[in-house]
């Protein structure tokens, strides 16, 4: 696997850019495009975001030429729509260096203005969902350092790990060995560069896959920071060998309930919960 392409433009000397691309041009496609043409969609090409039987292409400036080709290129896919964002809009904000928990995600075109305690995690989200702002994955990752500080882990399964943060982090906590779990080609180019970024390759694999087809694998605790049916599924069929903890999020309040009972079945306990605004809940829950 290789890594993807962040498109970062150069500096010198002062200031460092803002990110690594100042507009996103996105391209919805009905269809899927195949992988094999993607390399002819030029070096402003930044990723192929697949989401059911659609593709959104990302680009870092105006496309409408590259895609007009890959149109007759590929029959059968079909331009629905375009959109324009800043880079800042698509994150929802300016990605700053913040502390969350033990940790202090930085994106590598930022400079520490100060020397900020914590366990520093490079964090470049590219186009993909994971900048570690969002509720959910914060308190996964208050999740991951309470539980470290009661019992150390030594496997990890990290289940749709996006842009890699929360495998990571369980990496930079003391995991001897993280598989991470995408199914999402960008999720998963995203997460090898940043496994790169932070020197963690020994420690973390990235592989494709869906979360159901990686319960046949040992690990001391399951991330699973995915969407409810799924979590509930897995939970239906079986857990993984050897697994004592498992992190769950992405969820909603009635759900958070039946994915309780659901561990009770199987001889989990809650430790510990958090939840943002009574919206979006995550649960710490171990073998009794």
């Not at 895609?67 to 959109?83: H, K, R, S």
């Not at 969002?134 to 842009?163: E, I, N």
């Not at 990496?171 to 496994?195: F, K, Q």
């Not at 599924?233 to 993984?240: A, D, G, K, T």
Request: hydrophobic share 40%.
């Amino acid at each position: 696997m290789g890594s993807t392409r962040h498109g970062k433009r150069d500096w010198k000397g002062g200031d460092r850019p803002k990110g690594p691309y100042g507009d996103l041009y996105v391209y919805l496609i009905n269809g899927l495009v195949a992988a094999k043409n993607e390399a002819g969609l030029g070096e402003t090409f930044l990723g192929n975001w697949v989401e059911e039987e659609n593709s959104f292409l990302f680009f870092s400036t105006p496309a409408e030429e590259k895609v007009g080709q890959l149109l007759g290129t590929q029959p059968g896919l079909e331009l629905i729509e375009d959109y324009h964002f800043s880079y800042e809009e698509w994150q929802g904000g300016s990605l700053k260096p913040f502390k969350i928990a033990d940790f202090v995600i930085v994106p590598p075109w930022e400079r520490l203005k100060d020397n900020k305690e914590g366990i520093h995690i490079v964090l470049d989200p590219g186009v993909v969902f994971g900048n570690g702002l969002h509720p959910t994955t914060r308190d996964c990752l208050k999740a991951l350092s309470f539980t470290a500080r009661q019992k150390s882990f030594k496997r990890v399964l990290d289940l749709g790990t996006g842009t890699g943060v929360l495998g990571l982090a369980a990496a930079l906590l003391g995991a001897e060995r993280v598989l991470a779990v995408d199914l999402n080609p960008l999720c998963l180019r995203t997460a090898i560069e940043n496994v790169r970024l932070n020197n963690l390759c020994e420690a973390i694999e990235v592989i494709e896959g869906r979360a159901d087809d990686s319960f046949n694998e040992v690990a001391d605790l399951v991330i699973a920071n995915i969407h409810f049916e799924v979590i509930r599924n897995l939970l239906e069929r079986r857990v993984p060998r050897k697994t004592d903890r498992f992190i769950i999020s992405g969820l909603m309040r009635s759900q958070a309930q039946e994915i309780k009972s659901q561990l009770a079945k199987r001889s989990f306990h809650v430790i510990r919960e958090w939840d943002h605004e009574m919206t979006w809940y995550t649960i710490l829950a171990a073998k009794s």
